[in-house]
């Protein structure tokens, strides 16, 4: 690639022809507003030259056709999906409080226990005392709707 001597270029195209670099690359600088990257839309490809060979990597992984470019993208897509896949706070709050609302009414009921286990052998205490953690479980997983077993 021909490399110009002239300073000032109108244009991308003419500063990348000048410089020797990609025009993606020059046009990378010019949003940037990189050093020698003009108000008036011209280059001064000397200054730009050497803000480029300066930061060289970390323009280069700006590039779009970039590995790196395209990790980043990945990235945040990624983080987007999260967002939107998350319980929001409320929800939570929400779900927590019925919960603890269903528990307490569920153990409030275990003073039922002695009483109905008054008299009874060991195997009908031990269905009574299931029975009470069948429903604790149930209403669990109804109010939660997930799968406690």
Known sequence: ???TTKTTVQNPQAA???????????KLCVNKNAPGCNTNR?????????????????????LEDSLPYWRKEKIKEEVKKLRR????????TALLTALATTITSVL??????PLKAAG??????????????????????DKAKINVD
């Open 1 to 3: 690639m021909s490399i």
């Open 16 to 26: 990348s022809l000048a410089t020797g670099e990609s025009l993606e690359l020059i």
């Open 42 to 62: 011209t280059i001064n490809t000397k200054k730009l030259r050497e803000y480029i060979e300066l930061n060289r990597i970390k323009l280069e992984e700006e």
């Open 85 to 92: 896949d998350l319980i929001s706070p409320e929800d939570v």
């Open 108 to 113: 409030n009921r275990l003073d039922e226990i």
């Open 120 to 141: 009874k052998t060991e195997p009908e205490i031990k269905l009574i005392t299931d029975k009470y953690k069948l429903d604790i479980l149930t209403a669990i997983k």
